[in-house]
């Protein structure tokens, strides 16, 4: 099929305007694999995000409306709770596919045909009666040498209000670079629901990052690190291009520490999740970043971004007397979730 057959075909799930959102990325391999997941998954509708006001506002709103996250005192504040079944990222069903399902030291591997197939398999059907939205965005700053671009393709209005926050919209550098972008595509999809709102088939839940194809398969979770795309599961593929690329894309904070003359000295810190990270980059100067880091040598000099626009940290445990600093900002606070703060500049 052409391009324009994809698009046309489309046409039964997707409203004129939205397909022409769509269209507007004149990139065929996207179009392609738009169909191909409307053909799998089976959506009622398709929501193309553009970026703009109206559509962020549509997104907060349908992730109330529709259970997945609840309202608070504090008028732009939403909390989402997990279930208690998925609470926290699968190891036993994490895996990287690799052609042949190489064995690799310490990761959890799986042959691709065969990682394809199964997950394809269990995601057939599985958003139908529901809208499935498509929102690209910049991990990092737009148009810089360091950043990379990602297509999010979900049923969860949840995970694009949490990638909304956290990562600039790029919607129109799509526009504008296709079709020669290169992007990572995450394809989620929470599965059936319980009373509760909460991913019912956890035995089904699988989480499979494709490094060859560039894309992670990701369905039966809501849990962020299983199923937000540009957190926990881009990080895996960062890594693998940096990796092959030559430089570093790493977990690690970036903050500078004010010295004589008023000289900054920035720092890394690589420590595991849940530690204090977030709280230690509150303690310095100037934040760069308080969770992922890209790392290149520019003339000799290591120099660093924070792909992410929005701070990102555990709200278990937080309290005015061990981090008053992140209770005063205002953050919500509740069971077992993450605090999220929009940022002032996107």
Same mark, same amino acid.
């Given at each position: 099929?052409?391009?324009?057959?994809?698009?046309?075909?489309?046409?039964?799930?997707?409203?004129?305007?939205?397909?022409?959102?769509?269209?507007?990325?004149?990139?065929?391999e996207?179009?392609?694999?738009?169909?191909?997941?409307?053909?799998? $998954?089976?959506?009622?509708s398709?929501?193309?995000?553009s970026?703009?006001?109206?559509?962020? #506002?549509? %997104? +907060? !709103? @349908?992730?109330?409306?529709?259970?997945?996250?609840?309202?608070?005192?504090?008028?732009?504040?939403?909390?989402?709770?997990?279930?208690?079944?998925?609470?926290?990222?699968?190891?036993?069903?994490?895996?990287?596919?690799?052609?042949?399902?190489?064995?690799?030291?310490?990761?959890?591997?799986?042959?691709?045909?065969?990682?394809?197939?199964?997950?394809?398999?269990?995601?057939?059907?599985i958003?139908?009666?529901?809208?499935?939205?498509?929102?690209?965005?910049?991990?990092?700053?737009?148009?810089?040498?360091?950043?990379l671009?990602?297509?999010?393709?979900?049923?969860? $209005?949840?995970?694009?209000?949490?990638?909304?926050?956290?990562?600039?919209?790029?919607?129109? #550098?799509? %526009? +504008? !670079? @296709?079709?020669?972008?290169?992007?990572?595509?995450?394809?989620?999809?929470?599965?059936?629901?319980?009373?509760?709102?909460?991913?019912?088939?956890?035995?089904?839940?699988?989480?499979?990052?494709?490094l060859?194809?560039n894309?992670?398969?990701?369905?039966?979770?809501?849990?962020?690190?299983?199923?937000?795309?540009?957190?926990?599961?881009?990080?895996?593929?960062?890594i693998?291009?940096?990796?092959?690329?030559?430089?570093?894309?790493?977990?690690?904070?970036?903050?500078?520490?004010?010295?004589?003359?008023?000289?900054?000295?920035?720092?890394?810190?690589?420590?595991? $999740?849940?530690?204090?990270?977030?709280?230690?980059?509150?303690?310095?100067d100037?934040?760069?970043?308080?969770?992922?880091?890209?790392?290149?040598?520019?003339?000799?000099?290591?120099?660093?971004?924070?792909?992410?626009?929005?701070?990102?940290?555990?709200?278990?445990?937080?309290?005015?007397?061990?981090?008053?600093?992140?209770?005063e900002?205002?953050?919500?606070?509740?069971?077992?979730?993450?605090?999220?703060?929009?940022?002032?500049?996107?």
């Amino acid at each position: 099929m052409e391009s324009l057959d994809y698009l046309e075909a489309l046409g039964r799930v997707m409203s004129g305007e939205m397909l022409g959102r769509l269209a507007r990325i004149r990139d065929p391999e996207l179009h392609r694999w738009i169909y191909e997941v409307v053909s799998i $998954a089976e959506p009622a509708s398709v929501y193309v995000v553009s970026g703009s006001v109206e559509d962020l #506002e549509y %997104v +907060r !709103r @349908a992730s109330l409306e529709r259970g997945e996250e609840v309202a608070t005192r504090f008028p732009r504040h939403t909390v989402h709770f997990d279930g208690p079944l998925d609470l926290a990222r699968d190891r036993r069903n994490t895996r990287i596919l690799l052609s042949g399902g190489v064995s690799v030291p310490l990761l959890n591997t799986y042959d691709r045909d065969a990682g394809v197939k199964e997950v394809l398999g269990i995601a057939r059907g599985i958003m139908r009666g529901r809208e499935m939205f498509v929102s690209f965005y910049c991990f990092g700053p737009p148009g810089s040498d360091f950043t990379l671009y990602a297509v999010q393709v979900t049923d969860s $209005a949840y995970v694009i209000h949490s990638e909304n926050i956290l990562y600039r919209l790029c919607y129109d #550098e799509f %526009v +504008r !670079r @296709a079709p020669g972008i290169r992007y990572a595509r995450f394809f989620h999809s929470s599965g059936e629901r319980d009373e509760n709102g909460w991913s019912k088939n956890v035995d089904k839940r699988r989480i499979f990052i494709d490094l060859e194809g560039n894309t992670v398969y990701s369905v039966n979770t809501q849990y962020a690190g299983n199923s937000i795309g540009l957190k926990k599961l881009m990080l895996r593929l960062c890594i693998n291009q940096g990796y092959m690329e030559g430089w570093l894309c790493e977990h690690m904070f970036i903050a500078g520490v004010r010295g004589p003359g008023g000289r900054i000295t920035y720092f890394t810190g690589a420590f595991p $999740a849940g530690c204090g990270k977030t709280s230690t980059v509150f303690a310095s100067d100037t934040v760069v970043g308080d969770d992922l880091a890209m790392i290149r040598a520019v003339d000799g000099v290591a120099r660093g971004v924070n792909p992410e626009v929005g701070l990102f940290g555990i709200i278990d445990g937080v309290n005015p007397v061990d981090e008053p600093d992140i209770y005063e900002l205002g953050y919500i606070t509740g069971n077992r979730g993450h605090l999220r703060k929009r940022a002032p500049n996107r």
